[in-house]
C-alpha cells in the first residue's frame, strides 16, 4: 500500500503564506507525476497544480502567479508554497501521484480566515 504523507496545513489570515509538504516512496516519487488537489464540500476535487518527474509543472488559473510547486528530490516530496493566499483557498488539499495507479494522500486541511 502507497502512503503519501502530507504536512503544513493550518490556519491563515488572508494574504498570509502556508507551505505544504507531501512525501512519498522513492520508487513512486522518482517517476509519478505529482500533484496537489483540493475539496471544498459539496464540490468536486479540483487540480491546484501538478509536477513531473522531469519538472514541468501546470497550474489552475486560481493558483497562478501565487502558488508555487517544487519537487525536492532529496527528500522524496512535493510541495506546494501557497502565497497571497484568500479566503477562497480554504479547502481540503490532497497530495496525488499519478502514471501506472492513481495514489492520494489523507489530506490536510487549510482554512484562510481572519
Known amino acids: 500500500q502507497v502512503q503519501l504523507v502530507e504536512s503544513g496545513g493550518g490556519l491563515v489570515p488572508p494574504g498570509g503564506s502556508l507551505r505544504l509538504s507531501c512525501a512519498a516512496p522513492?520508487?513512486?516519487?522518482?517517476?509519478?507525476?505529482m500533484g496537489w488537489y483540493r475539496q471544498v464540500p459539496g464540490k468536486q476535487r479540483e487540480l491546484v497544480a501538478a509536477?513531473?518527474?522531469?519538472?514541468?509543472?501546470v497550474y489552475a488559473d486560481s493558483a497562478k502567479g501565487r502558488f508555487t510547486i517544487s519537487r525536492d528530490n532529496i527528500k522524496n516530496a512535493v510541495d506546494l508554497q501557497m502565497n497571497s493566499l484568500k479566503p477562497e483557498d480554504t479547502a481540503i488539499y490532497y497530495c496525488n501521484a499519478w502514471w501506472t495507479n492513481n495514489y492520494w494522500g489523507q489530506g490536510t486541511q487549510v482554512t484562510v480566515s481572519a
Open positions: 509536477i513531473s518527474s522531469g519538472g514541468s509543472a
Open positions: 522513492k520508487n513512486i516519487f522518482s517517476i509519478y507525476t
